[in-house]
Every structure is written in structure tokens, then in C-alpha cells.
């Protein structure tokens, strides 16, 4: 009877380690995709936004692999307690990576509009926010990786510095418009694509909020802070 149970036990081991193999892959993918979305929009360079476009598919596909393979834990294994939240978290990491996977490839469209149009230098001001966007990913997957909930909780709350930086780049964007209406379509490609980049800290404080949930069994109580006042913004202020 022993042998049989340290068999299952060991089996929902191996493929719960695969699983997190393939969310880990998904992660860095979402990472990579954002740093060449990124390297497109500064170097105005169209063939490379196009790469960044046609391998979104590569993140979705290693989604609805994910999900297979947590479908196939729960029916199969019918994991309870701390191994049912490894599944779930699993299933919903792998969601947000997806979708952050889908606002890079946005960003890369969006590049290849702003990179037609005469060179501003605003748009550099776009690159600090996909940095700490990026850097959010990549933290908010170490504390996934470690299942450090406390680390997950630091990058939660910065995702405010995240906000309110894309709320002066808003502003910004507001005034400059302004000043050359010849700018205008421009300019909005760059809030859209700013608020792609800080819907991607949205979801990576999304991981971060699994993380607490699968360690600790409970979920936050209390909403995150914001700091996204764009919807209070006007043109004529």
C-alpha cells in the first residue's frame, strides 16, 4: 500500500513539475517578446515588430498546453489542499502570461504605426515604463518559481510606480498633442501602447496575487492601490 501511494505521490510530482516547466518557458517567452516589442518601437524597426507579432502564437500555444496538462492533474490525480492550489495557480499564471503575451504583440503593432509617422522624442519615454514592466515580470515569475509569497507582496505593491508613470506619460502625451495637432494620431498610438505596457504590470501583479494564494491558501483580502489617473485627464487641461 506504501508503494503504491509514494508511486502516485511521485508521479503527481513529475508532472506538476513539468507543468511549472512549462509556465517557466511561457514567463521567459512573455519577457523576451516584450524586450524585442520594445527594441522595434526606440529603433523604428518594422521587421522586427513583424517577429515579435508572429511568435504570439508561441505563448498561446504553450498556454492551452498548460491547460491540458492541469485538466489532465485534476481529473486523473484529484489533488486536495496545497497540491489542488498548485493546479489552479497553475492555470491561472498560465492566463496571465498568455494575455501579457498578447499586449507585447501589441505593442509591436503599435510600433510599426508610430515608427511611419516623423521620429518624437517622447516616445523614448516609453522605454523606463517597459522597464519596470519587464522587471515586474520577471520578479513577479522568480517569486512564482520560489513560491515566495512575502517577495510576491513587494513587487504587488509597486505596481502603483507603474501607474503613475503612465499617468505623466498620458499628460504628457495630452500637452504635446496640443501644441502640433499633426502629431495626433502618433501620439495616440503611444497611449494606447502605454497602456499596453501597463496592463502588462496588471497581470504581473495578477502573479504575484497567485502566488500569495497558493502558499498561503487564502486569497488577499482588500484591493491593490492604483494610481492610473489617466481617465481624469482632459485635453484641454
Given at each position: 500500500?506504501?508503494?503504491?501511494?509514494?508511486?502516485?505521490?511521485?508521479?503527481?510530482?513529475?508532472?506538476?513539475?513539468?507543468?511549472?516547466?512549462?509556465?517557466?518557458?511561457?514567463?521567459?517567452?512573455?519577457?523576451?517578446q516584450l524586450r524585442?516589442?520594445?527594441?522595434?518601437?526606440?529603433?523604428?524597426?518594422?521587421?522586427?515588430?513583424?517577429?515579435?507579432?508572429?511568435?504570439?502564437?508561441?505563448?498561446?500555444?504553450?498556454?492551452?498546453?498548460?491547460?491540458?496538462?492541469?485538466?489532465?492533474?485534476?481529473?486523473?490525480?484529484?489533488?486536495?489542499?496545497?497540491?489542488?492550489?498548485?493546479?489552479?495557480?497553475?492555470?491561472?499564471?498560465?492566463?496571465?502570461?498568455?494575455?501579457?503575451?498578447?499586449?507585447?504583440?501589441?505593442?509591436?503593432?503599435?510600433?510599426?504605426?508610430?515608427?511611419?509617422?516623423?521620429?518624437?522624442?517622447?516616445?523614448?519615454?516609453?522605454?523606463?515604463?517597459?522597464?519596470?514592466?519587464?522587471?515586474?515580470?520577471?520578479?513577479?515569475?522568480?517569486?512564482?518559481?520560489?513560491?515566495?509569497?512575502?517577495?510576491?507582496?513587494?513587487?504587488?505593491?509597486?505596481?502603483?510606480?507603474?501607474?503613475?508613470?503612465?499617468?505623466?506619460?498620458?499628460?504628457?502625451?495630452?500637452?504635446?498633442?496640443?501644441?502640433?495637432?499633426?502629431?495626433?494620431?502618433?501620439?495616440?498610438?503611444?497611449?494606447?501602447?502605454?497602456?499596453?505596457?501597463?496592463?502588462?504590470?496588471?497581470?504581473?501583479?495578477?502573479?504575484?496575487?497567485?502566488?500569495?494564494?497558493?502558499?498561503?491558501?487564502?486569497?488577499?483580502?482588500?484591493?491593490?492601490?492604483?494610481?492610473?489617473?489617466?481617465?481624469?485627464?482632459?485635453?484641454?487641461?
Amino acid at each position: 500500500m506504501n508503494q503504491t501511494h509514494d508511486h502516485i505521490v511521485k508521479s503527481f510530482d513529475s508532472e506538476l513539475a513539468r507543468l511549472n516547466a512549462e509556465i517557466a518557458r511561457m514567463g521567459q517567452l512573455a519577457a523576451e517578446q516584450l524586450r524585442a516589442a520594445m527594441h522595434a518601437l526606440q529603433h523604428r524597426d518594422e521587421p522586427a515588430a513583424d517577429q515579435v507579432i508572429a511568435r504570439d502564437h508561441e505563448i498561446d500555444q504553450l498556454e492551452r498546453i498548460v491547460a491540458h496538462d492541469a485538466l489532465k492533474l485534476l481529473v486523473l490525480r484529484q489533488p486536495m489542499a496545497r497540491d489542488l492550489r498548485e493546479v489552479y495557480a497553475a492555470l491561472r499564471v498560465s492566463a496571465d502570461i498568455e494575455r501579457i503575451g498578447d499586449y507585447a504583440a501589441n505593442v509591436a503593432k503599435r510600433s510599426k504605426v508610430i515608427s511611419a509617422a516623423e521620429p518624437m522624442r517622447i516616445t523614448a519615454g516609453m522605454l523606463p515604463l517597459a522597464q519596470m514592466a519587464l522587471d515586474s515580470l520577471e520578479a513577479a515569475m522568480r517569486a512564482y518559481r520560489e513560491r515566495n509569497d512575502q517577495q510576491a507582496m513587494h513587487i504587488r505593491a509597486r505596481d502603483a510606480e507603474i501607474d503613475a508613470l503612465y499617468t505623466t506619460l498620458f499628460r504628457g502625451l495630452l500637452t504635446y498633442m496640443a501644441e502640433d495637432t499633426r502629431k495626433i494620431t502618433a501620439c495616440t498610438q503611444l497611449m494606447f501602447l502605454g497602456k499596453d505596457i501597463e496592463r502588462i504590470g496588471d497581470h504581473s501583479t495578477n502573479i504575484c496575487e497567485s502566488v500569495w494564494f497558493l502558499v498561503n491558501g487564502e486569497m488577499l483580502s482588500g484591493g491593490r492601490e492604483k494610481a492610473d489617473h489617466t481617465a481624469e485627464s482632459r485635453a484641454d487641461e
